[in-house]
């Protein structure tokens, strides 16, 4: 579950999206208020407010995100239960406050309105609230048994990993493989393996590098592995000294029937390779001698 919020000066206007009929919203939690309608509740919020004049943002606003799947499993009384405690963590028991529950696009979520102002005109600390709504959303789902925020993170995150594995895994075996001389042979023989690459080419029409497009990803070659940046990719694609000298020469290559220069990273590493493949050459002249 993920918890956001902040502090509003809108009150009016965010309870009315709340309270949105079209969204099948449910009223799941009401506190210290009477009011049926958003004009009431507000108007209630405005009665407290006027206590403390100096404080403009005088209503705290919160979203409570459980993941799709935990969602699609809380009833109304659970649903409840989540905003209590939430509302304990966050040390707002003696508030009004008001939560509706949005059960559209199959993304149950929950929106949280809370007056900052007390019953005793004082108002509630909100520095760093948007931290801290993290971690009160992370305890009340841990203590409901829910998806927390962090085991959404680490499971994206193997599975970002899984996903730059197989995309390198593919990458080497179409080098190693196909073996393959020009930027439309290798583009066309990943495609054949599911993997779109995408040319990054700037207003310049100056090549800078790839992006590869897998499963719902899309990733530049640094991000999936370092040895598949534009730079260290385009050297595996003219691998021996003839084309790295032609590539270097020319400083272009042809993408889709179009000529397309190298961006200034390209060139300069290119141009690197060739001075290496030239001394090494000359070594290995002057040791058979």
């Known amino acids: 579950m993920i918890g ?3 502090s509003i000066s809108h009150t009016g206007a965010s309870m009315s999206y709340g309270w949105n009929q079209e969204k099948e919203t449910e009223v ?3 506190q210290h208020l009477a009011g049926d309608n958003p004009k009431e509740i507000t108007d209630e919020f405005k009665i407290i407010q006027q206590q403390n004049e ?4 005088h209503t705290l606003s919160f979203v409570l995100s459980p993941t799709v799947e935990d969602g699609k499993d809380l009833s109304k009384k659970r649903l409840k239960e989540l905003t209590q405690k939430f509302i304990s963590e966050m040390k707002l028991k003696e508030r009004q406050a008001i939560a509706f529950v949005h059960r559209d696009k199959q993304h149950t979520h929950i929106h949280l309105y809370v007056n900052r102002i007390g019953f005793d005109g004082k108002a509630y600390k909100d520095s760093f609230i948007g931290k801290r709504s993290q971690y009160a959303a992370e305890r009340a789902a841990n203590e409901m048994g829910l998806t927390t925020v962090r085991e959404v993170q680490r499971e994206k995150l193997n599975e970002l990993k899984r996903i730059r594995a197989e995309i390198k895994q593919i990458h080497e075996k179409i080098v ?3 073996r393959p001389r020009d930027f439309d042979r290798y583009i066309k023989c990943m495609q054949q393996e599911q993997v779109k690459v995408i040319p990054s080419i700037n207003r310049q029409n100056r090549l800078q590098g ?3 497009e897998y499963k719902g990803h899309n990733l530049k070659g640094s991000e999936v592995h370092r040895s598949m940046s534009g730079s260290k990719l385009t050297l595996q ?3 021996d000294s003839e084309r790295a000298i032609q ?3 020319g400083n272009a290559i042809r993408l889709s029937g179009k000529t397309v220069e190298l961006g200034t990273n390209l060139a300069t590493n290119i141009a ?3 001075l290496k493949l030239a001394i090494k050459r000359a070594m290995d002249q002057g040791i058979g001698m």
């Open 176 to 178: 190693r493989e196909m």
């Open 210 to 212: 790839f992006r590869f």
């Open 54 to 57: 100096r404080t403009k943002k």
């Open 237 to 239: 694609i003219t691998a």
């Open 247 to 249: 590539l270097q020469k």
């Open 28 to 30: 799941v939690y009401k």
């Open 4 to 6: 956001k919020g902040k």
């Open 272 to 274: 690197k390779r060739v």
